[in-house]
């Protein structure tokens, strides 16, 4: 168990939705990241918050946006789904802003039908 | 794809060999390096990681060395077990401090 807690499991939706994902990071550690991860495109970087704020932005839609609240716990929206945002998404946490000694969560699997 | 050139390989290891799993990558600038063990239906499980100050580091099992020169990296697992069976992936930090994940690599381990 990596400490990194992410809700939900699963998701099943539908084009056009919107839905929220939600990453609690492992005690202690001020940096949530949040990837993307599809068969044909790997592991992809999507956002980096560190104690509260943007750090670093990837290939993030303009559909998603993310936010990171007081007590460290981290939430990414998507809206306007398509079918090819079916993906799974992994949160992970890091105890600085530097990218190092990322620990994951076990990810949601979202299918937009 | 992005700088690190993990290709897709299954690497089929017989239980108890050593395994080696490699990994290139192109930028030059990169100070860091992680590899990360994936089970099926789990995310990510960080093994081992070495800055660029360093050639070789070694923990409970593995060894990750890194070949500045010809920038390659690659993981050894000793005694390869069952439970090593997943998929592994090497990232490098280059510019913006932003983590690149390779594309992975599948161990089989077979008994």
């Known amino acids: 168990d990596s400490g990194v807690t992410q809700t939900p499991k699963h998701l099943i939706t539908a084009t056009g939705q919107r839905v929220t994902l939600r990453c609690s990071p492992r005690s202690g550690d001020l940096s949530v990241y949040w990837y993307q991860q599809s068969l044909d495109q790997g592991l992809q970087f999507l956002i980096q918050y560190y104690n509260g704020e943007e750090r670093a932005k990837g290939n993030i839609l303009e559909r998603f946006s993310a936010q990171q609240f007081p007590d460290l716990h981290s939430e990414l929206n998507l809206s306007s789904l398509e079918l090819g945002d079916s993906a799974l998404y992994f949160c992970?946490?890091?105890?600085?802003?530097?990218?190092?000694?990322?620990?994951f969560g076990s990810g949601t699997q979202l299918s937009v039908l | 794809g992005e700088s690190v050139g993990l290709h897709l390989p299954t690497l089929s290891v017989q239980e108890g060999d050593n395994s080696i799993i490699n990994c290139a990558y192109s930028?030059?600038?990169?100070?860091?390096f992680i590899w990360y063990k994936q089970e099926s239906g789990k995310g990510p499980q960080f093994i081992i990681d070495?800055?660029?100050?360093?050639d070789k580091r070694q923990g409970q099992r593995v060894t990750v060395l890194l070949n500045k020169t010809v920038k390659h990296l690659s993981l050894q697992i000793a005694a390869t077990q069952p439970g090593d069976s997943a998929v592994y992936f090497c990232?490098?930090?280059?510019?913006?401090?932003?983590?690149?994940f390779g594309g992975g690599t599948r161990v089989l381990v077979k008994p």
């Open positions: 992970a946490s890091s105890l600085t802003a530097t990218n190092e000694k990322l620990f």
């Open positions: 990232a490098e930090r280059a510019a913006g401090n932003k983590l690149t």
């Open positions: 070495i800055r660029s100050n360093m």
């Open positions: 930028n030059s600038a990169s100070d860091y």
